[in-house]
């Protein structure tokens, strides 16, 4: 056995020992004098792997302990060109209900492309920070300018830091993972509940072999739910549809077993708006990849309804290009997010 191995264990069991509640950061120096999380083989030094910061409890319910309820602030109305067009009554498919902070603008300054997200979440993680619990303008200074383009090995190498760092401090924290390509990459992380920690673990351009080859990344963490939303990629890139659906079957079929106490939910694929693609072609996978979460004990939640018009494409009003969501598509989805929370 390596003396990284054995320090990696040695290591383990004094974490164990102190507790899986301990919020104090902690790094590990290598022989390298660079800086790791103790687990075998990490590919990037100088980042600090710590455990992320506990979520606070709730308050008693104990009317001894319970605070008078402060009355809510009245609500300004919402400009009628921030709403979605199905709450500005000239719809043609009725979207759910939202909740009021979901209708807001999202707060700047935040992330606007690939480099500018990947360094910010570099410096959470050098900083021993969980990403999904920061304000979007964290370490603003370290990316405004970032203009070097990550490569996918880079992506995934970083998110498969992240899942160590998480599997490492969760504790008894509860957690919610994403996973997919950039749909799910650049949900708004504001919009996540904070009752709960949650990884992120989309990656743009991604595709369903893609994310099959890279569960692996966080099989140690213990999820409550996994969100699994993937698909329209291998569409783009002329995947057959039987590749695409036996991809998913095998996505589900690996979850349930790395996380069998864990909910596995798959996302229908979105339509686009994009003549290449077939809006009868998504429809028809999405009605086979209910089959396929039905066989292999996972939820399914079919989003189709709520982002197409009438013509069975992407609503005009929840995308950026007509293909990726705007922050009213992300309103929608959050809203799908919220049944499984």
Known sequence: MSDLVMLAASLLATALSEGAESTQPLAVQSRAGGRNDGAIAPQTTGITVSRPEAIAPERSTHPRYRRPIAQPTPRPPIANDLLPMAFRGDADVVLPELAYQDLLPLPTPRPGSGSQLYQQRQMALQAGKTYTRLPTSSFYESWVNANAQPTH?????????????????????????????????????????????????????????????????????????????????????????????????????????????????????????????????????????????????????????????????????????????????????????????
Do not use: C, K
């Open 153 to 341: 090995e880079q992506w995934i190498d970083l998110l498969a830091q992240e899942a160590r760092s998480m599997a490492y401090g969760q504790g008894h924290n509860r957690l919610s993972i994403l996973v997919g390509d950039s749909i799910s990459q650049w949900y708004p992380p504001e919009r996540l509940s904070g009752d709960r920690f949650w990884l992120n673990q989309g990656i743009s351009g991604d595709t369903t072999s893609g994310v099959l080859q890279r569960l692996s990344a966080f099989e140690n963490t213990r999820p409550d739910t996994i969100h699994v939303m993937v698909g329209i990629n291998d569409l783009r890139r002329g995947e057959s549809d039987a590749t695409v659906l036996g991809n998913l079957q095998q996505i589900a079929q690996q979850l349930r077993q790395q996380h069998p106490q864990s909910r596995v939910v798959l996302y229908s694929i979105l339509p686009t708006r994009l003549p290449e693609l077939s809006s009868d072609r998504i429809r028809q996978l999405n009605t086979n990849l209910r089959a396929i979460a039905q066989q292999e004990n996972a939820q399914f939640m079919d989003l189709q309804t709520f982002f197409t018009d009438h013509q069975d494409n992407l609503r005009p009003d929840l995308t950026t290009d007509g293909l990726h969501l705007n922050p009213s598509g992300y309103a929608v989805w959050h809203w799908a997010l919220q049944q499984f929370v």
